[in-house]
């Protein structure tokens, strides 16, 4: 594979079977394959259903797949997280691949500094670094300095979401995963993350993500991907002049 290849996926399919419904199976994902190289963002794309949040998730080893391989660069060498053990996918997920949501896991009776500082501290970082990047990093999210210091759980949803995405940003990760990183946010805050993701790609950081706000979403994209069809596309939607599976293998 390129050297600067980070994640390479193969002719990835999953089907889930509906138990609840006669165990009617819904084909999500057929044949995806798609590379991400060092600095740049893929943004996936179709409409719901088309299978955008299967395939990240899938990329997160949050799901198995029935074929197919994902390969994501890892310390020196390649690992294939459809196949990967349990152990292996943790220390994937420590040290190289990043997930950041608008939606905070909250941890009763950790303040949240402590939960952006997690990760960092977590992967043997120092913990003076991992408080001054985690204060800046909630800083520049306009999360006011009185609640650093108590539980998200008490925090409203916007204020959940931000320190969410400090948190997902204090590990400079090789590979970032997004799932809609700026749903619900205002236009300040839309625009700090936009920052942050130009910062991870010009650190090299491959940057895969779901945005469903088209005026962010062009603003970050180097590439669409078509899950439906598996095809490569430019920002503002037309197909480029080879097939994703081609230009970047």
Not at 67 to 74: F, M
Not at 127 to 148: D, G, I, M, S
Request: glycine share 6%; net charge neutral.
């Amino acid at each position: 594979m390129n050297q600067l290849t980070k994640l390479k996926v193969s002719n990835v399919s999953k089907t889930f079977v509906l138990h609840n419904q006669n165990s009617v199976e819904l084909s999500v994902l057929k044949d995806a394959s798609l590379s991400v190289n060092s600095g740049e963002c893929v943004v996936l794309h179709g409409h719901s259903g088309s299978g955008k949040s299967t395939l990240l998730r899938a990329l997160y080893a949050n799901y198995l797949v029935d074929a197919g391989t994902i390969d994501v660069y890892h310390q020196g060498h390649w690992v294939d997280l459809a196949t990967a053990k349990p152990r292996e996918i943790i220390n994937v997920r420590k040290h190289t691949v990043g997930w950041v949501s608008q939606f905070l896991r909250v941890i009763p009776r950790i303040s949240a500094l402590e939960v952006v500082m997690q990760p960092m501290i977590e992967m043997g970082g120092n913990h003076q670094e991992a408080e001054l990047k985690a204060k800046q990093l909630l800083t520049r999210l306009n999360v006011p300095e009185h609640l650093w210091h108590l539980a998200p759980a008490t925090f409203s949803g916007g204020e959940q979401q931000r320190v969410n995405i400090a948190r997902g940003f204090i590990v400079d990760y090789p590979i970032l995963l997004l799932d809609e990183p700026t749903a619900s946010l205002d236009s300040v805050n839309s625009a700090v993350v936009v920052s942050l993701i130009e910062e991870a790609k010009a650190r090299g950081a491959a940057v895969v993500g779901i945005f469903h706000d088209e005026e962010t979403r062009d603003l970050v994209a180097d590439r669409l991907y078509d899950v439906k069809n598996s095809q490569d596309l430019v920002p503002n939607g037309r197909n480029v002049t080879k097939p994703l599976t081609s230009a970047c293998a």
